[in-house]
């Protein structure tokens, strides 16, 4: 969970940067802007594909747990 508030704080802080662009031309706000929108991306496809791989070890148990029921 912690990681899903530091993902979401770093995306609003890259649009913040990214916000601050807009009418000036600050390559150092545009470098950590698109490098917080990069990580927080990275940091949120993570979160997801962990998220799937924990269902798909519970879908695993309950059909072992399945299985086991029908054998005895």
Do not use: C, P
Not at 11 to 38: Q, Y
């Amino acid at each position: 969970m912690g990681r899903w508030i530091v993902a979401t704080i770093a995306f609003v802080t890259s649009f913040f940067f990214m916000h601050m662009l807009v009418g000036e031309n600050d390559s150092l706000s545009m470098l950590v802007g698109i490098s917080l929108l990069f990580a927080s991306s990275i940091v949120i496809i993570m979160n997801q594909y962990e998220l799937l791989g924990y269902h798909r070890k519970q879908e695993r148990a309950k059909m072992r747990e399945i299985r086991n029921n029908l054998k005895s």
